[in-house]
């Protein structure tokens, strides 16, 4: 696993999302009262960016089909959505917001 750098990711804003590119793919980088947490940012049920969604009370809203996933677990929360995100760890190191990302090494 390789620990990418969010730039500009200290300025989320509470409820914020962002997207980043990695090479596992763009993620979404959410910002909640609790900490940061990351998922995949393509939508599960079809090609939308979730980072063009809506935050509400820990869950991603789907910007296409109104879908919603918890932010958290990635867990599929709302029809058309059935298929859970992959979710990505998150870790502040001195003031840098860090996502670990799958580098092909990881068992
Ligand atoms: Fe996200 Fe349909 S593309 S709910």
């Given at each position: 696993?390789?620990?990418?750098?969010?730039?500009?990711?200290?300025?989320?804003?509470?409820?914020?999302?962002?997207?980043?590119?990695?090479?596992?793919?763009?993620?979404?980088?959410?910002?909640?009262?609790?900490?940061?947490?990351a998922?995949?940012d393509?939508?599960?049920?079809?090609?939308?960016?979730?980072?063009?969604?809506f935050?509400?009370?820990?869950?991603?809203?789907?910007?296409?089909?109104?879908?919603?996933?918890?932010?958290?677990?990635g867990?599929?929360?709302?029809?058309?959505?059935?298929?859970?995100?992959?979710?990505?760890?998150?870790?502040?190191?001195?003031?840098?917001?860090?996502?670990g990302?799958?580098?092909?090494?990881?068992?």
């Amino acid at each position: 696993m390789q620990w990418l750098e969010v730039t500009g990711g200290d300025d989320l804003a509470i409820d914020d999302v962002m997207r980043i590119e990695s090479a596992a793919g763009p993620i979404a980088v959410y910002r909640l009262e609790d900490g940061y947490f990351a998922t995949q940012d393509i939508c599960t049920h079809a090609v939308a960016s979730l980072a063009e969604g809506f935050v509400e009370d820990g869950r991603i809203e789907c910007p296409l089909h109104a879908g919603t996933f918890c932010i958290r677990t990635g867990k599929a929360r709302t029809l058309p959505a059935t298929i859970p995100l992959t979710t990505y760890p998150v870790r502040v190191d001195d003031g840098r917001i860090l996502v670990g990302v799958p580098d092909g090494t990881d068992t």
